[in-house]
């Protein structure tokens, strides 16, 4: 039998997961003998040496990054070729159509299907105003068009970790606008959902956008949620899904039968949404050519 990382909870059933580097990490109840856990993992072979190939697969296939002009990145689901210019290089063609991440709106034109307003400080669970950083002065801007798809990179570092550095940056700016957007659409119809059960809904303390590699969000007993900025890469269902994902750990802080009602309440569809993630979220992890 193959060596495992066992984790243990008060959870009530046994799972196995492939780690992105091949590994296998079981997750088991308190109270379950360690024999019984051996065996389980045995029984599994068959289907770990599958995950295995398909992870094999996914990654021969996956395309590696250069942080070269040329190069392309996602958004919500869609590549962007990226350009370098100088300011007035940009200044001439125009600046229609060329947004940085404080300018992102208009959700129902970027696959997210309702716009939403920010809302009055201390409404729809926030108790705190979520704040978006101002670009780095003197570092060049990241600007992206929409219209003809392009990342133009305006002056700056454009070696490539410089590049990828600075997009990193655009995609939290990015996320700083965005996930809170989300988070104040969804947050209402959680509400409901827990006023009909007769449960009382956590509010939302803080929204922090990290760079994870093997996490997609997480929410904390005291209200914070994190998400992962490389959603913002994914098709926008399924950013919108990791949300309410979230969202429900606030009626329910664990994985329990209850808590996946909670989450098919609000997205009927949700497994479709969470078989993708599961099945591409590789993808959306950023690797240098070499």
């Not at 770990?48 to 250069?66: D, G, P, V, Y």
């Not at 940085?100 to 299907?113: M, V, Y």
């Not at 798809?149 to 965005?178: C, M, N, S």
Request: charged fraction near 25%.
């Amino acid at each position: 039998m193959e060596a495992y990382q066992l984790t243990r909870s008060k959870r009530k059933s046994l799972s196995i997961v492939i780690g992105r580097d091949g590994t296998i990490q079981v997750k088991a109840p308190n109270w379950l003998p360690k024999y019984q856990i051996d065996q389980f993992v045995c029984q599994k072979a068959g289907w770990i040496e599958e995950k295995r190939s398909e992870l094999h697969m996914l990654q021969q296939n996956k395309k590696a990054h250069t942080f070269q002009e040329g190069d392309s990145f996602l958004v919500s689901g869609e590549a962007y070729r990226l350009t370098f210019q100088s300011p007035a290089q940009h200044l001439a063609e125009g600046k229609n159509g060329y947004r940085s991440p404080a300018q992102f709106s208009g959700r129902e034109k970027d696959g997210f299907q309702n716009p939403v307003q920010h809302p009055v400080e201390g409404q729809d669970g926030f108790q705190n105003p979520v704040q978006l950083l101002e670009e780095e002065k003197g570092a060049g801007r990241v600007v992206w068009s929409r219209e003809d798809k392009r990342f133009i990179l305006e002056a700056g570092d454009t070696t490539p970790l410089g590049v990828k550095k600075r997009l990193e940056q655009w995609y939290i700016h990015l996320g700083k606008q965005v996930f809170p957007e989300r988070v104040r659409f969804y947050y209402p119809l959680a509400a409901r959902l827990a006023k009909s059960i007769g449960k009382e809904i956590d509010s939302v303390n803080r929204i922090t956008i990290r760079n994870q590699k093997t996490r997609w969000g997480s929410c904390s007993s005291k209200g914070n949620l994190n998400f992962n900025w490389r959603l913002l890469m994914a098709p926008a269902e399924i950013l919108d899904y990791v949300v309410v994902h979230e969202l429900c750990h606030l009626l329910y802080l664990n994985h329990s039968k209850q808590f996946w009602q909670a989450v098919g309440k609000i997205l009927p569809d949700y497994p479709k949404r969470r078989s993708w993630l599961k099945a591409n979220g590789i993808l959306l992890e950023w690797e240098e050519s070499r």
